[in-house]
């Protein structure tokens, strides 16, 4: 399943927060979306997860204009997990994981064997089933982003869109959510800060500033000293590391701009 914007344009505030953005991710792999704070990475992920509506240009989703899509159709399809969430709700884990069976399951009688099954699987995936019955305001901060993700992944979409998934969890967990991200066998488009996480997981990463695409194209050509300076403005070295020659990306705040 593949997802794309052709020149989508979105304005907020009287702004051009998202600016003729083209973007194409290849089934099955794994986009980086970077760009410093305010570059306009949310809410390109928020016109192509369909929550809003672009001002100008289109988005597809496997060829067909998500404004086309049935939006039932829609949420079996692209699972999104946004930077913040809350509840007022007293809701265990399970509870809120199994939202995530939502757009399969007909009104809200007892879960089917297959819902049960696509729960499981997925507390499992986030290492989260010795909480599965703990209520969600007793969770940690990395807890209740794993919760999330865990209800992204038992919507069995084919496009997986997070917004900052790292947020809140430690190494460990970084490491090992985005080694699911790219195992599982999905489309997905991760908005990131730690352009190292990006270098090492990504398949492609695509650069934001002020809302335009500044590059696009295999993390290794793209996070060059020359990028990361005029996006960020911060000074840095690059090292290829084998086997696969990724980039690793070594800040030198001595020489901040
Ligand atoms: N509804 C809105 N009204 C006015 N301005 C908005 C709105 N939504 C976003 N913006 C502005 O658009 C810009 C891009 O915001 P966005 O959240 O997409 O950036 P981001 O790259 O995800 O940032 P961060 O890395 O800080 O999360 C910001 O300047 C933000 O203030």
């Given at each position: 399943?593949?997802i ?9 505030g009287g702004?051009?927060v998202v600016?003729?953005?083209?973007l194409h991710?290849?089934?099955?792999s794994?986009?980086?979306l ?9 809410s390109?992920l928020r016109?192509?997860?369909g ?13 067909t204009?998500i404004?086309?899509w049935?939006?039932s159709?829609l ?10 969430s809350?509840?007022e709700?007293?809701?265990t884990?399970r ?5 995530g069976r939502t ?10 064997a297959?819902?049960?099954?696509a ?6 995936h986030a290492?989260l089933t010795?909480?599965a ?5 007793s969770l940690?901060?990395g807890?209740?982003q794993?919760?999330q993700?865990?209800?992204a992944l038992?919507?069995q ?7 900052e998934p ?5 190494i460990?967990h970084q490491?090992e ?7 599982l066998p999905?489309?997905?488009i991760?908005?990131?800060h730690?352009?190292n ?13 002020a809302?335009r ?8 050509e793209v996070?060059t000293?020359?990028?990361v300076?005029?996006?960020?403005g911060?000074s840095c070295e690059?090292?290829k ?7 690793h990306i070594?800040?030198?705040?001595e020489?901040?701009?």
């Open positions: 399943m593949s794309e914007a052709r020149e989508v344009s979105w304005r907020a702004k051009l600016d003729r953005v083209d991710v290849s089934p099955g794994t986009l980086g970077l760009g410093p704070n305010g570059s306009g990475k949310s390109l016109l192509l997860a929550l809003r509506r672009p001002e100008s240009g289109s988005v597809l989703v496997e060829d204009d404004g086309s049935h939006s159709d949420a079996k399809q692209i699972a999104v997990v946004e930077q913040e809350s509840t709700l007293d809701v884990v509870d809120v994981v199994l939202l757009p399969h399951r007909n009104g809200w009688g007892r879960p089917r297959h819902d049960e099954a729960v499981a699987e997925a507390l499992d290492r010795d909480l019955e703990r209520g969600w305001h940690s901060g807890e209740r794993r919760t993700i865990a209800r038992a919507q979409p084919s496009e997986l869109l997070l917004d790292t947020n809140h969890l430690d460990a490491l959510l985005l080694a699911l991200i790219r195992r999905v489309t997905s991760v908005a990131l730690d352009l996480l990006a270098a090492a997981f990504c398949d492609r990463v695509l650069v934001l500033s809302g695409v500044v590059e696009a194209g295999e993390p290794a996070l000293p020359e990028l300076g005029d996006v960020y911060v690059v090292t590391v084998p086997p696969e020659g990724r980039a070594r800040f030198l705040p020489r901040i701009r």
